[in-house]
């Protein structure tokens, strides 16, 4: 599959991909045990009765993923021209080259470690925490097929890490 796409993304689709890919979204029962034990601390320590723990820990699991979301969110709007500019996408038999508003580099396929799919995105990681968002409205439906299927062949099953 040779192919060159040109595409830009939106503020959404780059807080989407950014949510599924970065792997740093934190558990709401994670939020929950870590703002509980430090309330029970404060519990031992001080006065408090068991309602403001479980407050706390209720707040902690809502409030957590909305602040995660409000402060990506933030730091797409800072970049916006960095991270949302006019990109190009050439897939050749060595790898994948991209050319941004920032950036221009060629990753060969070796290189990548994993691949994922979001709703509306493909993200494809050179490194665990690093990875290149592409919108599938940028291809045509079989160029679509045809590039999960070069990325499975390449790379392997979508979320799996190369190598683990």
């Known amino acids: 599959m040779r192919v060159t796409i040109e595409y830009e993304l939106s503020e959404d689709e780059l807080l989407e991909a950014s949510l599924h890919g ?3 979204r934190i558990p709401r029962w994670v ?3 870590g703002s509980g034990a430090v309330l029970l601390q404060a ?6 009765t068991g309602i403001p723990i479980l407050a706390g820990i209720l707040t902690a699991m809502t409030a957590g993923p909305w602040l995660q979301k409000s402060m990506t969110r ?3 709007r800072t970049n916006r021209k960095e991270l949302c500019g006019p990109t190009s996408l050439s897939v050749t038999e060595r790898g994948l080259r991209l050319s941004g508003p920032t ?3 060629e990753t060969r396929w070796a290189g990548f470690v994993r691949w994922q799919e979001s709703p509306t995105t493909l993200l494809i990681h050179p ?3 690093l990875f290149y968002v592409v ?3 940028a291809f045509q439906p ?3 097929e045809e590039f999960r299927a070069l990325l499975r062949e390449q790379i392997g099953p979508p979320g799996k890490v190369r190598g683990r």
């Open 22 to 24: 970065s792997g740093s």
């Open 31 to 33: 939020l929950g045990i």
């Open 43 to 48: 519990a031992l320590l001080g006065d408090l």
């Open 74 to 76: 933030s730091t797409i």
């Open 103 to 105: 950036f221009t580099g």
């Open 127 to 129: 490194r665990r925490n």
């Open 135 to 137: 919108p599938k409205r």
């Open 142 to 144: 079989e160029q679509l």
